[in-house]
């Protein structure tokens, strides 16, 4: 009933990361490339991003999409839209689902480029009602720039992040008012210019600093939401519609039901520098692994991966093991997180869970300090925060755990 | 086949009006339906049949084991649950027979076991029995440290609550009984209908409805938000507001109703391998306790906590609540905690100040009572239905022909189980629409083709939360990221001009 096929290399998810792998890999002669998209399609989340901010200045996240299309079609892959990869039939073989039937996809190497999503409401245990009119980010971009839907009236943004920013953005679009963005942090996650930005224009929009949601009210719809200060005080902000925004995670599904390590931090695949996953074969690359960043750094892991798939392809042998790396409290996380000889370098993505005033990152292998790295700004939780790879060549391969601790 | 949302209602008298339509008063007019000669109707508030305590509760299709025995309610679920398994194994609905683990963990619980044992056997449960420490370890090898022993009832299974109620009303409604919603019934009074000349039966009603036309009789006259409902019998199936119904009727109540909330956490379909059966606690005075337990979704649910309230509609959770649950559930599963939740939700059980169901039937005022359906009402529904029918004929007598039960027509429910082949798995369903073929929700793997039988199926969500019951799409763990606009898109364009999806 499933029909059999097979390709050289199969890339899931036509985001950035993906698109980016499929066009290097196909124009550099890596035989058959096919990447599958579940979405009508491909172009991964800048689809529904009309804003400018990706890649070169003023290019929109649709117009950045097309171009990746364009590159992945221009170079030879084959990019196949309302396709789902569905499961796992084998270590290196996916099951399908699209309007043609079903099939069985066996590869010679699987990318998994599966993208991230914002947590909702109920994944952070916002107690209260269940009314209509509470979104995450990502809903409501598709809702507003390629569906033209009535959203609302009056909104209340949770976050005060870059992507709290773009769902202002596409609520204005929208003709919904802004009551505030809140969030419990002490500041806005973004420049200056970008938070003074909110007071510009039509309607100046409140930035509440530490405070949370606690409940939402109404029945049907929603009313409002109550809010907790830093100092206990409770308060209801009357509003038809509250978006969650930020708080991403790695759409890790795919990768979990084929028996992929995950690492506990990212909750995504466990990679080493060439993103190669401790499965023999398969290699994930950009939000999938860490959640979110830039989509050009998506675009970039694609880009770099296409290298190490070659080399899988060519024969090149699996690194088993390696030495892990780990990011210390209050380090949320670090990506990749797992060290092999010979693996690339590169950058190492982290994240924190307080806010730093400057920080010095410290890379420690059984006792002895690899590195050490002073980061010339604040960092708050769910920013970037990066770590150049020069240390790597001093990793000693047989040592314990490398920790990356906040010095 | 009527269902109406909005305008007028029809004034002709009915013979039997059911209030509520939720999974008790759904079964009812299900089985009332089965008297083809009924007019029959089911008045619901709500726009959406099931969207009261039967859209939130645990979904478990119990066995009765634990009930007061010798209750009604004992009786009523010992063979709802048999009506039901074999409803739902013809129709569809998804069961699993899981099978539940009632976990000892402190000597005074272990203690508890024999007797519970007992009660199972005076409740007509012969299938349980104690098992050890290490069974229970090598039955559910993630369960919390300190697990003493547990009694093992494997009759006990998972069941899915949307598609009972709904594949209740459906039949119902295809069987001709007229599903009325957005239609709260606000008064009752009563009504003489003119006694000659009878009115003209319409064209394609039956000709010997003997019942319309008897000129001269009272009437219940229901004053709903949409009219008026006249009817010769009236049975109450209102859930939570019975009570009130019954002391508008009557005059006086024979119990009142007080919410006792349950909120519960429901986790990622991730964390489905982590537990095999329905995991309970030993019971105490305060009820039934927190259990884990999978869902036919391929979910995992903690909860319910057991709040006593006084507003009948405070459906909300509460941070202590969740943060209680998280504590209860770290000691059970702890590896449960570290999935993400998909959802959390509250339900309000219709508890009353007896022990057992308040079903009373009212031969003189033609009304019967169907209250204080408490935390069982999912399972015992068609043993409830049935019981119902039966105090009806008694108090209607020859009035009313209730001795000649036509069979209905079999339902095939949609299947939202993840034991059973979902449209995305089939071939040979893809092969015939390509419909079945696209998904559009993907944490839940809903298709366009499921989701455009939803919308133009006999009774049709009035929601997108109605939709997310009847095809589970934006239920997932992303709650509408992805699908969310896709999936309003396909349900307003639907409404608005029957667009196909
Ligand atoms: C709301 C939002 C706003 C953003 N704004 C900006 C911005 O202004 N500027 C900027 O630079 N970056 C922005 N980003 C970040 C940027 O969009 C991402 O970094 C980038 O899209 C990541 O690329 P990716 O390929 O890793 O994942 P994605 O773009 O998420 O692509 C993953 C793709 O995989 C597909 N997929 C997943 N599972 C399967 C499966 N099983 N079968 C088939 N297909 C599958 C998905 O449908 C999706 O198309 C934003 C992100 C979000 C969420
Ligand atoms: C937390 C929890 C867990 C549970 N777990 C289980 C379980 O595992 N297994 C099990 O078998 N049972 C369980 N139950 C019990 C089960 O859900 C209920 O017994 C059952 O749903 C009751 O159905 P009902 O039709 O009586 O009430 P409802 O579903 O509440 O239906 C009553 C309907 O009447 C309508 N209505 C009320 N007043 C009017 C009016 N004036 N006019 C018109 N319409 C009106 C309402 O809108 C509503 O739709 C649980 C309940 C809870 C709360």
Redesign the interface.
Known sequence: ??RQRSVDVLVVGAGPAGLAAAARLAASGAGTVEVLE??ARAGGVPRHCHHGGFGRWGVTGPQYAESLVEAALGGGAAVRT?V?A?GWAGPLCLET??????ERITARAVVLATGA???????R?V????P?GV??T??LQ??VH??G?EIGTRAVVVGAEPVSYAALSALRRAGVEVAALVTEETRAQVGRARAASTRLGVAWVPLLTGAVV????G?GRLSGVRLRRRDGRESVLACDTVVFTGDF?PDH?LA?RGGVLLDPGTRGPAVDGSFRTASPGVFAVGNGVHAVEPARVAAGEGARVAEAVRGHLGGAGWPSGGVPVVAETPLRWVAPNRLVPGAAGGRFILRTAEALGCPVLVVLQDGRCLHRQRVRRRVLPNQGLYLSGGWVGKVDAGGGPVRVVVG | MTVTTKGPLPSEPYDVTVVGAGVVGSAIARELAGHHRLRVALVEASGDVGDGTSKANTAILHTGFDAVPGSLESRLVREGQRLLAAYAAESGIPVEPVGALLVAWDEEQLAALPGLLEKAEANGYNGARIIDADEVRSREPHLGEGALGALDVPGESIICPWTTTLAYATQAVRGGVDLHLNCEVERVGSWESPPAPAPAPPPDSDSDSDSASSGGSVCHELTTSRGAVRTRYLINAAGLHADVLDRRLLGRGEFTVTPRRGQLIVFDKLARDLVRHILLPVPTALGKGVLVAPTVYGNVLLGPTAEELDDKRATGTTEDGLAGLRAKGRRILPALLDEEVTAVYAGLRAATEHDDYQIHSSPEARYITVGGIRSTGLTASMAIAEYVVGLLADAAGPDLDLTVAGDLDPVGMPNLGEAFPRPYQRADLIATDSAYGSIICHCERVTRGEIRDALISTVPPGSLEGLRRRTRARGGRCQGFYCGAAVRELFDGWGESGAAC
Do not use: I, K, N, W
């Not at chain 1, 689902?97 to 079903?102: A, I, K, N, V």
């Not at chain 1, 107690?127 to 269940?130: E, L």
């Not at chain 1, 606690?214 to 009210?217: F, G, S």
């Open positions: 009933m499933r579940r979405d309302g789902s569905t689902t699209g309007p043609h039937g079903l999503r914002e947590r909702p409401r109920s994944a245990l107690p209260g009602t269940r209509a979104l995450t990502g809903e598709q809702a390629v569906y839907q606690t409940e939402l009210l029945r995670v599904e979990r």
